[in-house]
């Protein structure tokens, strides 16, 4: 069972959706980790979870974007978030992302000044909450969905951009996918669109397959409309001038002009 992106370019190098288990997105802000978080909870016909911990995620935003059958919950640390994570699994929903790992703070570091950590606490519970949530995860069929941000180790001689907890999540994730941005553009002071490349970087059961640009909206994330059309444009739609052309056997239909008329036409 995999559970579709609601980008179908992405699901296509993924082959055919996310794989059941605990998929980690990471990527610098602004990126759209969360936003393609919300549109893989969008595509699910069952409950979703939202457990934010960085308590800056927008409930009318998330409401907005997957509708109102969202769970929604903010932790105080981060063993309360996997027993939140845990109990939605088994109480039957499918989807539940966990918005960041940067932010499970364990509860031993919760009292403590600024700048005090407990060595190693925070990549323990990180290893062994996912863990666990990736296997109750795959015996119930849902998934589980990690966002991280992007670290770089300035003592390597070569530094790479990795997620926060790489050397984790490399091991107990079943997929793992990177955002990155590639290009913005404005309208009038206000931005319209961010260019994004998505790279699968793991995926069980198969070698990572490339990566597919994909559009970020401004105030609503990924249009699955949109990258449809993108998707249909690649594929069987025929351009003429600013029309798009469809036929087979049994249609023959033009739609358009341009591409706000054309996305319309398949949306509605």
């Known amino acids: 069972m995999r559970h579709k992106t609601g980008i179908p370019l992405l699901d296509n190098i993924l082959g055919g959706g ?9 990527g610098p802000d602004g990126s759209g980790k969360t936003c393609l ?8 016909t069952t409950p979703v979870g939202f457990i934010n911990m960085e308590h800056r995620a927008d409930p009318i935003f998330i409401n ?4 109102s059958s969202v769970l929604y919950s903010s932790p105080k640390n981060g063993e309360a978030a996997i ?4 109990s939605m699994l088994n109480n039957g929903v499918k989807v539940v992302c966990i918005d960041t790992t940067d932010a499970l703070v364990p509860m031993a570091e919760q009292n403590m000044l600024i700048g005090h950590r407990v060595p190693l606490a925070q990549k323990r519970l990180v290893f062994h909450g996912g863990s666990k949530l990736c296997e109750i995860a795959k015996k119930k069929k849902g998934l589980v969905i990690l966002t991280s941000q992007i670290r770089v180790n300035p003592s390597e001689r070569s530094p790479k951009e990795r997620s926060s907890f790489h050397k984790i999540t ?37 070698p990572p397959s490339g990566s597919e640009d994909v559009y970020l909206w401004a105030g609503k994330g990924f249009d699955k409309f949109f990258e449809l059309f993108r998707g249909l444009e690649r594929s069987v ?8 052309r ?15 008329n054309a996305v319309s036409a398949i949306r509605d």
Request: charged share 25%; glycine share 10%.
């Open 18 to 26: 996310i794989p059941v288990g605990l998929c980690e997105i990471y």
């Open 64 to 67: 907005k974007i997957c509708g």
């Open 246 to 260: 469809f036929k087979n056997d049994l249609f023959d239909v033009n739609i358009g002009p341009g591409y706000d």
């Open 237 to 244: 739609f025929t351009r003429y001038g600013n029309y798009w």
């Open 170 to 206: 490399g091991k107990v994730a079943t997929s793992i996918i990177r955002l990155e941005k590639m290009s913005s553009v404005s309208e009038y002071g206000t931005k319209k669109y961010t260019k994004i490349k998505a790279t699968v970087e793991k995926l069980r059961g198969y």
């Open 37 to 44: 978080a919300l549109s893989i909870m969008r595509e699910s």
């Open 83 to 86: 027993e939140a994570c845990f």
